[in-house]
Nanobody
Framework: QVQLVESGGGLVQAGGSLRLSCAASGRTFSSNAMGWFRQAPGKEREFVAA????????YYAEFVKERFTISRDNAKNTVYLQMNNLKPEDTAVYYCAADAQAHTIVVPTVGTRYDYWGQGTQVTVSS
């Protein structure tokens, strides 16, 4: 059974940092793009960041550029999201996702392109 398990969320003050992790099990995703999305209360899920299977290409939503960094460790089957200078508007449940298609050239940035999802981890930023 394929599982994506996020961790690292929590409560932090504005300006603080958190590092989210997403550990995959049940299959390897070393050949697959992976992404992070988030959903705030009353809002639709939105794209945050994505990374190619090799880690060579990374994409970010405009609102997190220069603050968030996505990375991956294929040996550990894990993807990370380093979040710096957090703002109250970053408060949301953060989900990681994996693309079932291997070695895609175009890294997906829409949720419907991802096939596997984690349960999410809550990030709360206080002002």
């Amino acid at each position: 059974q394929v599982q994506l398990v996020e961790s690292g969320g929590g409560l932090v003050q504005a300006g603080g940092s958190l590092r989210l992790s997403c550990a995959a099990s049940g299959r390897t995703f070393s050949s697959n793009a992976m992404g992070w999305f988030r959903q705030a209360p009353g809002k639709e899920r939105e794209f945050v960041a994505a990374i190619s299977w090799s880690g060579g290409s990374k994409y970010y939503a405009e609102f997190v550029k220069e603050r968030f960094t996505i990375s991956r460790d294929n040996a550990k089957n894990t993807v990370y999201l380093q979040m710096n200078n957090l703002k109250p508007e970053d408060t949301a449940v953060y989900y990681c996702a994996a693309d079932a298609q291997a070695h895609t050239i175009v890294v997906p940035t829409v949720g419907t392109r991802y096939d596997y999802w984690g349960q999410g981890t809550q990030v709360t930023v206080s002002s």
